[in-house]
């Protein structure tokens, strides 16, 4: 499904530099500001709050149409290494058919022999499995939050269902491509236990990525009229719990602490404890 906002907000825009310094690798490398996919947990939005601050989450993006460009200058100067694609928006959201920056970047990244990591809740990822396929220092991740459609287009309603999710990962396995899933952030009585939860590992043995990340839900800035909404959507009487286990610190390390067992107990009943890799 595609987010579709009335008031939709697409610029072309020319940026000074491309490839930053990254915890989540040595560098991160984002084709695009904003994000298409509108999810309403995201973490993204504190990025964008000076040079789109009374625009909604989803409605607009900043493509950045010299990035390939740049990757060609920056790489003379920077020291080799990792880069993470993308930290503050998804590479492959739907304007990356129309515009193909990522794709052009990702052939300027492997030209300057430079390791890639994915991570990716979009199924047009697997346009570019041509370049991906046979090259050593690349890994591929997919997001899941849930595995229920109906859920994920609450709580991500621009982003393909988990199921399409699921098919491009496990297509990318096939040909041999280094994957991983990240389940994050696990949304608290709904995908964090129970049936849900069971869900998702089930989801991993059937995929069988290298390893498999898993995160809480955080208190990211500017998230809770979004997240706030969905909840109701979903459960209105879950909306007082969510402002708990976000806001009340003693709340959220309970929280956290039944939910880091929960999720070594579902992972050794599904023999997956070598894969996992908690994030919290
Ligand atoms: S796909 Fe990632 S960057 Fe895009 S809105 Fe969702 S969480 Fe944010």
């Given at each position: 499904m595609v987010n579709q906002q009335p008031h939709f907000r697409l610029r072309e825009v020319t940026v000074k530099s491309i490839i930053s310094a990254s915890k989540l690798a040595d560098y991160a490398l984002n084709p695009?500001?904003?994000?298409?996919?509108?999810?309403?947990?995201?973490?993204?939005r504190f990025a964008t709050r000076f040079s789109h601050p009374n625009e909604e989450w989803g409605s607009f993006v900043d493509v950045r149409v010299n990035a390939p460009q740049l990757i060609e200058r920056e790489a003379r100067r920077n020291r080799p290494g990792g880069v993470f694609i993308s930290s503050v928006s998804d590479?492959?959201?739907?304007m990356e058919e129309r515009y193909q920056i990522t794709r052009q970047c990702l052939e300027a990244l492997i030209k300057h022999h430079y390791a890639i990591t994915i991570q990716t809740?979009?199924?047009?990822?697997r346009r570019d499995f041509d370049l991906l396929?046979?090259?050593?220092?690349v890994e591929l991740g997919m997001t899941l939050t849930t595995t229920e459609a109906e859920v994920a287009a609450l709580f991500e309603p621009g982003a393909p269902a988990p199921e399409e999710r699921i098919e491009m990962l496990s297509g990318a396995n096939r040909i041999g491509i280094c994957t991983f899933v990240f389940l994050g952030?696990?949304?608290?009585?709904?995908?964090?236990?129970?049936k849900g939860l069971k869900d998702l590992l089930d989801t991993i043995v059937r995929v069988n990525p290298d390893y498999f990340l898993v995160d809480r839900l955080n208190p990211r800035y500017g998230i809770w009229p979004s997240l706030s909404a969905a909840v109701a959507k979903y459960d209105p009487a879950l909306v007082p719990k969510y402002r708990e286990i976000l806001y009340d610190r003693q709340i959220r390390e309970c929280y956290t602490r039944k939910l880091y067992q929960r999720i070594i107990t579902e992972a050794r009943q599904h023999g997956l404890t070598d894969k996992l890799r908690p994030c919290f």
């Open positions: 695009y500001a904003g994000c298409q996919h509108g999810c309403v947990y995201c973490h993204a590479g492959w959201q739907p809740k979009s199924v047009l990822v396929e046979g090259h050593p220092s952030p696990l949304l608290p009585y709904i995908s964090d236990r129970g």
